[in-house]
C-alpha cells in the first residue's frame, strides 16, 4: 500500500555523503528533522551507495519544538533545504519563534 500525503518538498540537499542523496537532492520517501534541539536530519546516514529513485523527499516529522514551521510536530514550511552547519546535517529553513 502506498499513503499519499501532502509534505512539505525537500527542494534541495548538498549533504552528497548521505544515501539518500543524488545530484543534490534526497530521495528518501520522507525525512525526519529533529535531534535533541538540533535541526539534524535524523534520516541522514553516510554511504558511498547511493539511491537510484527518481522521487523527490518530503518532510515527514520535525521534532523541534521551537521553529517557526513546526505544527503538532509536522513541518508547515512549503519547503526546506538541508545543508552543513559545521560538520552536522542540518535543515537551514529552521528558524525560531
Do not use: W
Not at 528533522?33 to 522521487?55: A, E, L, V, W
Amino acid at each position: 500500500m502506498i499513503i499519499a500525503t501532502d509534505m512539505p518538498e525537500v527542494a534541495k540537499c548538498v549533504i552528497s555523503q548521505c544515501a539518500y542523496n543524488a545530484d543534490d537532492a534526497c530521495h528518501a520517501r520522507a525525512i525526519t528533522i529533529g535531534d535533541g534541539d538540533d535541526p539534524d536530519c535524523d534520516t541522514f546516514f553516510d554511504s558511498n551507495k547511493h539511491t537510484h529513485s527518481g522521487r523527490t523527499a518530503g518532510v515527514g516529522a520535525c521534532k523541534i519544538e521551537d521553529c517557526t514551521h513546526n505544527r503538532d510536530f509536522e513541518c508547515t514550511a512549503d519547503s526546506i533545504q538541508v545543508g552543513n552547519r559545521g560538520s552536522e546535517a542540518n535543515c537551514l529553513t529552521y528558524t525560531t519563534h
